[in-house]
């Protein structure tokens, strides 16, 4: 497990784009599970659809791509490098994520080549799928 702090020193992302919360588990450049605590506090709510709250699928997507650089990230090899998305595959949002909501998201490895991979990502609220897909980077 990792908390807040640990993320901080392997992701240079900071408030309020620091999307993972902590880390549940990671087997470093294979697979990780990580939370988001959906709060009703978050910046962005006050804009996106203020009378009917609804997390944004793009912070959705971010806070799984999140997730993917620490996997990454965590290995010695990658210290101090930054993971960039270079694509998104067959990525669906299924469910609304708002206020109150735990978004438990899992990155599994896919392929990687060099400095380039291929992770699947899901998202999911209550144990019910909120969003997946594909996600390619690079590590530079």
């Known amino acids: 497990m990792m908390d807040i702090e640990a993320i ?5 992302h900071r408030y309020p784009f ?3 919360d902590r880390i549940l588990s990671i ?21 996106h659809f203020p009378q009917r709250r609804v997390m ?9 791509a999140q997730l993917a650089g620490v996997l990454f990230l965590s290995q010695p090899q990658h210290k101090g490098k930054l993971p960039y998305f270079v694509g998104i595959d067959r990525l669906r949002f299924r469910k609304p994520v708002v206020p109150g ?5 899992t ?3 896919l392929k990687v080549r060099g400095n380039t991979g291929k992770v699947d ?6 144990g019910e ?6 996600f390619m980077f690079t590590i530079l």
């Open 8 to 12: 901080r020193e392997i992701l240079p």
């Open 18 to 20: 620091l999307l993972v």
């Open 27 to 47: 087997d470093p450049g294979k697979t990780a599970t990580g939370i988001k605590n959906v709060t009703a506090n978050e910046e962005f709510f006050n804009g």
């Open 56 to 64: 944004p699928g793009v912070l959705i997507v971010e806070a799984m």
């Open 101 to 105: 909501d735990r978004l438990e998201m």
């Open 107 to 109: 990155v599994t490895t």
């Open 121 to 126: 990502a899901v998202a999911k609220v209550d």
């Open 129 to 134: 799928e909120a969003a997946g897909g594909e």
